[in-house]
């Protein structure tokens, strides 16, 4: 039941553009921390795109005297490393991540990951769409939409609702019981997080 939610915000559709990531730490299914970090993406990863930056607010100028992503990494690495990550949209979040760590040479953690998005079809089938803000919304869950910190944090209540809803002790089972294969990311390698099956347990 221990379990980390990530969200990172971009300035362009470079992965190495990440300029703030959110870190959301829960314990026992309960949140316990959450933080976010603005990051000076490389000058290799171009200049910010006019979309991201209405979408998100942060422009290129304010990130001047920020640190790069292996700065935050070293403070925000024992909150991922062994843990199982949650992000809305993974695919997106865990190739920025990937993408970043591989940029600055840093190794790879070993970790699995949940998709949200899939938890939320597969539980919630009927809303109008499965984006962060309408399930949020549904749930009653206080969103900030598109800052880092508050994105990550909804998207661990989001699995923290799903647990309990199904009952199920862990991620494992929860992903057994939603016929969802959890994703992994280690060394060389790297396995989607994708739905298996079409029915629940």
Partial sequence: MDFTAIDFETGNSYYTSACSIGVSVFENNEPVKQYSRFIKPPQEAGNFHWYNVK??????????????FAEVWAEIKQDIENK???????????AVLR????????????????????????LWPDLENHKLDTVSSFLGIELNHHEAGSDAHACGLILH??????????????ADKLGIRLGFVG???????????????
């Fill in 55 to 68: 979408i998100h607010g942060i422009k290129q100028s304010d990130l001047e005297n920020e640190p790069n």
């Fill in 84 to 94: 199982t990550l949650v992000c809305h949209n993974a695919v997106f979040d865990t």
């Fill in 99 to 122: 993408k970043c760590l591989e940029f600055y040479n840093i190794p790879f953690p070993n970790f699995n990951y949940i998709c949200t998005v899939k938890v939320s079809q597969k």
């Fill in 161 to 174: 609702y799903a647990l309990k809803q199904t009952g199920a002790k862990n991620i494992d089972e929860l």
């Fill in 187 to 201: 060394k060389n390698k790297h396995i989607s997080c994708s739905c298996a099956k079409n029915a629940l347990k």
